[in-house]
């Protein structure tokens, strides 16, 4: 099986999933279109606006960020070319996951000659630095909406799990556990006897590999400017969150803590799918309900959201593929 048909097989599940979850929540929610539009057509676009833009400062802060860590290899990105690059990524992410990451370093590649390798190197360690940030919002979320997330687990996980674990239906998924985990185990002898690298060489590259972009980030030249701007990139994120739901009267009274809840949820749902093609709008929705908000706004808002993000980076996007060429020919 080719590399491509791979990638093309996961792309498809991967937007069946999403697709079928964006089913699940407005079926569930059990609205009309009707009910939906009345939401859209009272909504405070001013509001709307000001989440856009704060968005767009988002991206352009990770653009002007990322010479930080190029500098590190004494290159250079133009702020054009780095924004564009940026907003290409992301448009590309809505086709396959983490062709966004290939396709930026590409741009700059091409118009700014930075070598692939370290292009991808910096983006890896920009990553790195997400997940680090990323798990520092779900301590604060523990810390200050435990109770939520608490319910939340009960409701959603252990109740239903627990309803589910019948005597029969305990051996069938332990049954199903053991033989999973010996196909696993077969899969992976065979593959360790067709290579000749041993595990623990394997596992020291991997661990060799995820350093080096760590290594990167503590030898960045200006480090104050670059935490500076990692907080602040994603504290954008969850004011265009916040400010989107100053939109909607129905969840304009939602508290700063419960939007940090919802932005965390909505931060997950956007890794599990392609640009969070449904595992955002999913999430988002049953989070709102369980905020005992209407069920035409629980399922508005995170097409409010996620759509105008979408339509700017569609915009923009496809605004630099245009432009790119032309302003470097000059």
């Known amino acids: 099986m080719s590399t491509s048909f791979k990638k093309t097989l996961q792309y498809i599940v991967l937007l069946l999933i999403g697709s079928l979850l964006i089913y ?78 290939i396709s930026r370093c590409a741009v700059v590649s091409k118009y700014n000659n930075i070598p692939l390798d ?65 196909l696993l185990y077969i899969l992976n002898q065979r593959k360790i006897n067709k290579n000749s690298t041993s595990l623990w060489d394997k596992i020291f590259q991997v661990i060799q590999n995820l350093t080096k972009p760590l290594l990167s980030i503590h030898k960045i030249k200006r480090p104050i400017q670059f935490w500076g701007l990692s907080i602040g990139i994603w504290l954008m994120y969850f004011l265009s969150m916040y400010f989107c739901a100053w939109a909607l009267s129905s969840t304009e009274g939602i508290s700063f803590l419960k939007i940090m809840v919802l932005f965390l949820f909505g931060t997950i749902g956007v890794i599990v799918t392609p640009g969070g093609i449904g595992a955002y709008h999913f999430l988002i929705t049953e989070l709102l309900l369980f905020y005992h908000v209407d069920k035409a706004s629980a399922v508005a808002f995170p097409w409010l959201v996620w759509g105008t993000q979408f339509l700017m980076v569609l915009i923009l996007g496809g605004l630099s593929f245009i432009l790119l060429p032309i302003i470097h020919k000059k």
């Open 24 to 101: 699940l929540s407005i079926q569930k929610a059990d609205v009309s279109l009707s009910e939906l539009q009345n939401v859209f057509q009272n909504t405070n676009l001013i509001w709307v606006f000001v989440s856009i833009v704060i968005s767009f400062l988002s991206h352009f802060a990770r653009a002007y960020r990322w010479n930080y860590l190029l500098e590190n290899y004494n290159y250079k990105t133009d702020l054009f070319t780095s924004n564009a690059s940026v907003f290409i990524g992301y448009l590309a992410n809505y086709g396959l996951p983490r062709m966004g990451e």
């Open 118 to 182: 370290i292009a991808l190197g910096t983006v890896l360690a920009e990553r790195v630095v997400d997940v680090l940030l990323m798990f520092v919002l779900f301590i604060l979320v523990v810390i200050f909406q435990y109770n939520d997330l608490h319910e939340l687990l009960n409701k959603y996980i252990l109740q239903p799990f627990s309803e589910k674990l019948s005597g029969t239906n305990l051996i069938l998924i332990l049954a199903l556990l053991i033989i999973g985990g010996i």
